[in-house]
Each structure stands twice: as structure tokens, then as C-alpha cells.
């Protein structure tokens, strides 16, 4: 698994996933805090290093259930 681990830089406000997206990713978080938004794009949970998202869409084969956005480092 480690072999197809790649970098992935973002710019604030940047939407990593969006909601309804085929999921193919699975993110790890080393730095910076994402901002895990609701349909109404108010904030459902933030993440910060050491955390990780995108890996119920790819257990369960549907499409992305939130959003999720890089607010800052």
C-alpha cells in the first residue's frame, strides 16, 4: 500500500472531495485542518494531523457523503 501513497498539496478553501463523488481516495492528514462540511456547508467536524477521511466511500462503494475543504496549517 505504501508504494501508491502520493502527496497531495491543497490551497485554503480548496475542496479536497466533494459530496456525491465517486470515492477512489482514501486522505491522511499530515499537517494543516480540514473543515468536514454539512449540505448546508456549515462545519460537521474539522480534522487535523494524524487523521484521516475518504475511506467510507471506498468501504462501502458509494459516493462521497460530505465535503471536505483545507482550511489552513
Not at 490551497?11 to 477512489?24: A, F, I
Request: proline share 4%.
Amino acid at each position: 500500500m505504501i508504494e501508491h501513497l502520493a502527496p497531495h498539496r491543497c490551497l485554503p478553501l480548496d475542496s479536497v472531495v466533494r459530496k456525491g463523488d465517486v470515492g477512489e481516495e482514501l486522505y491522511l492528514i499530515k499537517n494543516g485542518l480540514f473543515e468536514v462540511l454539512n449540505d448546508d456547508d456549515t462545519v460537521h467536524r474539522m480534522l487535523g494531523a494524524g487523521s484521516y477521511f475518504g475511506e467510507l466511500a471506498l468501504l462501502h462503494g458509494k459516493p462521497r457523503a460530505l465535503t471536505a475543504q483545507w482550511r489552513r496549517t
